[in-house]
Nanobody, 122 residues
């Protein structure tokens, strides 16, 4: 069983920054992908970014490219999502999740964190 615990959400003004963390514990895979997703009220969960735990390869949704950066610390079993130049439309509950494949589809992720609220005021 894999447990994911997120932290770092909060309230920030437009143009500000936040860093989310996702600590992984329990069973680990030899190679897996850490994904970040978000879900705004009344909307479907959408892909934000992902990183290969083994190689560090990353990919991003077009809406966050150039503003968000995903990284990981292998020694701490923790992944991060650095969010800069935040916009009101970034307001959502953010989730981290683990998959054993390179995918942006939420239903192909096996384990999920509890979510952390990010609110960006205008």
């Amino acid at each position: 069983q894999v447990q994911l615990v997120e932290s770092g959400g909060g309230l920030v003004q437009a143009g500000g920054s936040l860093r989310l963390s996702c600590a992984v514990s329990g069973r680990t895979f030899s190679s897996y992908w850490m994904g970040w997703f978000r879900q705004a009220p009344g909307k479907e969960r959408e892909f934000v970014a992902q990183i290969s735990w083994r190689s560090g390869f990353t990919s991003y949704a077009d809406s966050v490219k150039g503003r968000f950066t995903v990284s990981r610390d292998n020694a701490k079993f923790t992944a991060y999502l650095q969010m800069n130049n935040l916009k009101p439309e970034d307001t959502a509950v953010y989730y981290c999740a683990v998959s054993d494949m390179f995918t942006s589809r939420p239903n192909e992720y096996n384990y999920w964190g509890q979510g952390t609220q990010v609110t960006v005021s205008s």
